[in-house]
């Protein structure tokens, strides 16, 4: 691969700037894939977390998990849990368990397997180490600057 600048510039560039367009790019990939095989990244997520609970979750739990995802925020969340249950991939009880139809099993694992597809193109050429070192590095980065950033 070729770099925009060497090392002595690129050590100079703004990590604001990079990192936008590392979520940028890597966003903008995801959610075109996943719109090619029918459904949002939002949908994604919450078909994901009820495919692959190990104990029943409830909307308000799979919600609050969800909800800051990408700054979607609690009212894109509960539309996209809408959206997933009117497809007929989840259901909900009347206490808001959320349950997978075999339906919504199918298009899981046509979607995790995207998804795999997508973590090996985006993985391509680096190794778990740096891989790694770069998530940690953008952890120390999140925290000098006093924000937060959790994810499952």
Known sequence: MEYTHSDTDLIKQ????WSWA???AVVTRIRAALAGIGTTQPQWWVLAQVAGADTVKTRDEV???????????????EAEI?????RGWV???AVGRLGITDEGRAFHGKAAALQEELWAERHAGI????YLTTLKVLQRFIHNTGGRAWHH
């Open 63 to 77: 919600s609050r998990l969800l909800l800051n995802y990408l700054d979607g925020g609690p009212e894109v969340m």
């Open 22 to 24: 590392a979520h940028k």
């Open 127 to 130: 190794s778990d180490e740096e």
């Open 91 to 93: 259901t909900e009880d």
């Open 82 to 86: 809408d959206a997933v249950i009117a």
């Open 14 to 17: 703004p990590i604001g700037y």
